[in-house]
């Protein structure tokens, strides 16, 4: 659950491989994270539509619902990685 | 067996951060079946287990070689992962499929309102045949920029990005190569024989 206090959340961002932690505001959307999470580790060769953000559990989150929609708890851990893309 | 052409000193940096971040993170990887097994500059060997069968089947072996990394993406083959050796592309678990986007195709013979949807496949790793070590076709992976089919689509697009990073290429492998896997399967074959009483006298 987020803090109550500052409706904040302390998260860690995955960003393949790269652990960055992020204080995340309840009431910005998932996409502003991600977002901090690539500036902060330098990773700006691609776009953030050409990247996804995974829960632990494998399951692909959607980037526009508020970080508060989803209850993580402090210290949640989410992996953000660059798309497969087309192979072949 | 490549040769390291670019200053050993920053390739072997560059692999130690790869490590040291997975490692870092071991724990998490572990519990999805990720398991490092060997990392010595400039090899990986992870081996990945379904982690969410019981009892939980070893799929496959994924040796990274970062020599040159990141002048040059790092090589990557799905290998047996007992041996180490490459997998022929017969021999493959899985070819990683990707599934394509649906298509409405027309049904030949009925009226033209009439349509149905069909869903491709296409597999990440490729070969020219059966006998061949496949290559994962995948931006980020040398074997997919030193073919000539990817001449317009060089590392240097991609290096910035994270393409060639390790836990980046288990990340994919993975959605696509084991995360499908939900259960056995299993196939009895029955065999009908004809069965007799004692034998007259």
């Known amino acids: 659950m987020a803090k109550n206090k500052d409706g904040d959340v302390d998260l860690i961002i995955i960003v393949n491989g790269q652990p960055v932690p992020i204080d995340a505001n309840a009431n910005e959307p998932l996409r502003t994270v991600a977002q901090q999470a690539l500036d902060k580790t330098g990773n700006s060769g691609q776009p953030l539509q050409n990247w996804e953000m995974r829960d632990s559990g494998g399951n692909i989150l959607d980037l526009d619902r508020k970080v508060g929609d989803f209850h993580f708890p402090d210290g949640t851990k989410l992996f953000l990685n660059l798309k497969a893309g087309v192979g072949g | ?201």
């Not at chain 2, 020599?67 to 070819?95: M, Q």
């Not at chain 2, 990707?98 to 491709?120: C, D, S, T, Y």
């Not at chain 2, 290096?159 to 056995?184: C, D, N």
Request: net charge neutral.
């Open chain 2, 1 to 201: 067996m490549a040769t390291q052409y670019t200053d050993p000193s920053v390739s072997r940096r560059k692999f130690e951060r790869e490590i040291i971040e997975y490692k870092s993170l071991g724990e998490e990887y572990r519990t999805r079946g990720w398991l490092l097994v060997e990392a010595e500059f400039p090899k990986v060997l992870v081996v990945l287990a379904a982690a969410k069968l019981k009892p939980t089947p070893v799929v496959m072996g994924v040796a990274f070689d970062y020599t040159n990394y990141d002048a040059a993406p790092p090589s990557v083959k799905i290998v047996n992962p007992f041996t180490g050796e490459p997998y022929k592309f017969k021999e493959l678990p899985n070819p990683l499929n990707r599934a394509l986007p649906a298509q409405e195709i027309a049904i030949p013979g009925f009226p033209m309102q009439q349509k149905m949807m069909v869903q491709g496949e296409q597999p990440y790793m490729q070969a020219f045949g059966p006998e061949d070590v496949p290559i994962l076709c995948l931006a980020g992976v040398r074997e997919y920029h030193e073919h000539p089919a990817h001449s317009g689509d060089i590392w240097e697009l991609h290096r910035k990005s994270g393409a060639g990073r390790l836990v980046r290429l288990l990340e994919v492998i993975s959605r696509y190569g084991v995360e499908p896997i939900f259960s056995f399967g299993v196939q009895l074959v029955p065999q009908v024989g004809l069965k007799y009483g004692p034998p007259p006298q």
